[in-house]
């Protein structure tokens, strides 16, 4: 079951990965969205993936760099990053809301969106009373514990192998909850790999950009 919902000029090829999936690929500033696979893995995959923004004074700003990742079926994993290295913008494009100006985008779908902002997320008023208080009830649960939104979506996600789930967070100690993390910085995708492994990479990071202060 394949769904795909790309316009403008994208060429469909193989994945280079697995010859047996189909996958849209874009070209610079065409629009790609998508994906499809029959294959289970993996969930979620990007690879050079590249996105530029002109600002309104005519500047190219280029926000993704050079994006590369990877995440199995039924697993969740975290994107980390400082302030502003594009982890947003990262998701906004697997999510087939941007359209990337090069690299490639596999999705198994269906596929959704949680912003960070809840204003952002849906036109309230296009819901019934009922609904509303729904949403009104899950965000004071929300808001009255972080940590359990972070345990309900690992939950859900080891349930039965088909969520899968890629969180962005600040929180190092969120990574207990995930099977892997993916490292951002300036619009790259630096490192991935196991929870150990890239605990320890920030931690020497953090340890050596606070080195250069005399606390
Ligand atoms: N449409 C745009 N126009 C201009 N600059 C943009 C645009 N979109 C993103 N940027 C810039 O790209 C960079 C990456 O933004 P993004 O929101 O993806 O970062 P982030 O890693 O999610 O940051 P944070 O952790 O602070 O939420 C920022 O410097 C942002 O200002």
Redesign the pocket.
């Known amino acids: 079951m394949a769904h795909a919902f790309a316009g403008g000029t994208s060429a469909i090829c193989r994945c280079p990965h697995d010859p047996g999936r189909a996958a849209l690929v874009s070209r610079p500033r065409h629009r790609l969205c998508v994906l499809a696979s029959s294959l289970p893995t993996p969930a979620i995959e990007g690879q050079g993936v590249e996105l530029s923004?002109t600002?309104r004074r005519g500047r190219v700003?280029p926000?993704l760099k050079d994006c590369s990742l990877r995440v199995p079926p039924g697993q969740l994993w975290m994107l980390l990053?400082?302030?502003?290295?594009?982890?947003?913008?990262?998701?906004?494009v697997l999510a087939g809301f941007l359209n990337p100006s090069s690299g490639t985008v596999y999705i198994n779908r269906p596929c959704s969106y949680v912003f960070?902002n809840p204003d952002h997320q849906r036109p309230i008023q296009t819901l019934s009373g009922g609904q509303k208080q729904r949403v009104a009830i899950a965000g004071a649960l929300a808001e009255a514990s972080k940590m359990g939104v972070i345990k309900a979506v690992r939950k859900s996600v080891g349930a039965g192998g088909e969520v899968s789930a890629l969180w962005?967070t600040?929180r190092l100690e969120e990574l207990r909850y995930a099977d892997g993390a993916i490292y951002?910085e300036d619009?790259q995708t630096i490192i991935q790999g196991d929870v150990s492994t890239i605990s320890k990479y920030i931690k020497k990071k953090q340890a050596r950009y606070f080195g250069h202060f005399e606390l």
């Open positions: 923004v600002t700003l926000v990053g400082p302030n502003g290295c594009g982890k947003s913008t990262l998701l906004k960070q962005v600040h951002m619009g």
